[in-house]
């Protein structure tokens, strides 16, 4: 039934493709270095992407998503539904103390078949952008996440890695796999971006 309602409303659903380069754990805490193969996400592509300032995260989600989802199922120039993929990421800025920042940036993986020629949204706030490649440091957790959750996700990761590994520290992301209507088995994710420096 969640697979025809999910089916009927987005099409289709893409999961990015990586490859796992390297696993570790410290305690309770469980990593993963990934980078992307194949036309992957993490390889870059275009995106959709909302940012909303001024509200906290929670909210802020809850602004932005629905904006990509009605994008996604036909706001758009074309009138066309796309399809989904997963895992939906969205950006957010940490304070020195670790608390979150009232920012956050929604990026939508456009499908595949869309990469080369996205439909125009609809809704002002959306904006096409191209995103490079990005390596991660990546912890996975279930539940319905909100903002602490991951906060709290992301400061076991950063502990967990220690000095042994170099990481954007002004952003991370945050994503989730599965539709709301799915109560249990739920994944979501912390992504910390690999830096070379």
Known sequence: MLGMIKNSLFGSVETWPWQVLSKGSKGDVFYEERACEGDGACEGGKFATVEVTDKPVDEALRE????????????????LGMGMTVPISFAVFPSDDGDLQKKLKVWFRIPNKFQSDPPAPSDDSIKIEDREGITVYSTQFGGYAKAADYAAQAAQLRSALESTAKYQ???YFCTGY??????????????????SE
Not at 178 to 195: A, F, H, I, Q, T
């Open 64 to 79: 932005a998503m629905p904006k990509v989802m009605k994008y996604v199922g036909g706001s758009n120039d074309k009138g």
């Open 169 to 171: 520290t002004d952003f």
């Open 178 to 195: 599965d539709p709301p209507m799915k109560p249990y088995g739920r994944r979501n994710e912390v992504w910390l971006v690999k830096s």
